[in-house]
């Protein structure tokens, strides 16, 4: 089992920052992918971003590519996500999930209850 517990969001203005954390309890989060995931109102959820379990490999949508960045703290048990140059189209709730394997989808075995972020122009 693994619990996700995401936190970081808030309000920010367009072109600024925010920083999303997602930590994790288990003992399996060396040995799984982590993702990020949104969903803004009345819209599908989306992918944003991945990392491998060494956290050697990672994958954004093209979407938020250059903007943002993912990464992983194996000891502190904690996956990041750094958005800059933010954008309003970037306003959702923001959900870290966790699997086995590197998903493009939203099949991944394990969520948080996510994070809001909004983004005013």
């Known amino acids: 089992q693994v619990q996700l517990v995401e936190s970081g969001g808030g309000l920010v203005q367009a072109g600024g920052s925010l920083r999303l954390s997602c930590a994790a309890s288990g003992r399996i989060f060396s040995s799984y992918a982590m993702g990020w995931l949104r969903q803004a109102p009345g819209k599908e959820r989306e992918f944003v971003a991945a990392?491998?379990?060494?956290?050697?490999?990672?994958y954004c949508a093209d979407s938020v590519k250059g903007r943002f960045t993912i990464s992983r703290d194996t000891a502190k048990k904690t996956m990041f996500l750094q958005m800059n140059s933010l954008k309003p189209e970037d306003a959702a709730f923001y959900y870290c999930?966790?699997?086995?394997?590197?998903?493009?989808?939203?099949?991944?075995?394990?969520w948080g209850q996510g994070t809001q972020v909004t983004v005013s122009s």
């Open positions: 999930a966790a699997n086995p394997v590197v998903l493009y989808n939203g099949d991944y075995d394990y």
């Open positions: 990392i491998s379990s060494s956290g050697h490999n990672t």
